[in-house]
Structures are given as C-alpha cells and as structure tokens.
C-alpha cells in the first residue's frame, strides 16, 4: 500500500477522491464517513498507540485521501 511502510501498517481506501476534473478533492459520503469513523474506532481499541495518518503524510508525491485526516481523527 505504502513503500517501506507495508510491514507496520494497515491501510485503508475509499472510494472517490477526486473530483470531475480529476483533481484531488475530498468526496467522501456521509455512509463514508460514518463507516471509517467506526472502523477506526474499533482500530483503535486493537492498536491504541497506532498513529491515523494518510498517505500524502508518508509520500509527499501523493494528495490522498485528499482531506486532513491527522486533524480529523486527532481525539480517536
């Protein structure tokens, strides 16, 4: 999923994340949201010390998931 990151990590797609044009833009759905929500929580109870960080966090060459997902999981 990640280079050099694969053996320590679990990684998670959504469907989306691009808009019309093809540019990087945030369009998750509502039963999106609510169900990564969920199994982040239940990620959490498994691994509390994991770090919620997106792919653009590990390889600047990537936008994904195309939102802020270290500041909107920051109190999981």
């Known amino acids: 999923h990640c280079r050099n990151h694969n053996t320590h990590s679990i990684g998670i ?3 989306g994340g691009l808009d ?3 540019q ?3 369009t998750r759905t509502l039963a999106q949201r609510g169900a990564l929500l969920a199994l982040l929580r239940e990620l959490k109870k498994k691994f509390p010390e994991a770090l919620i960080i997106g792919h653009h966090d ?3 060459i990537k936008k994904c ?9 920051r109190e999981l």
Do not use: F
């Open 24 to 26: 990087a833009k945030d």
């Open 65 to 73: 998931p195309c939102y802020p997902c270290v500041e909107e999981y």
């Open 58 to 60: 590990l390889n600047p």
């Open 13 to 15: 797609c959504y469907e």
């Open 20 to 22: 019309a044009e093809g």
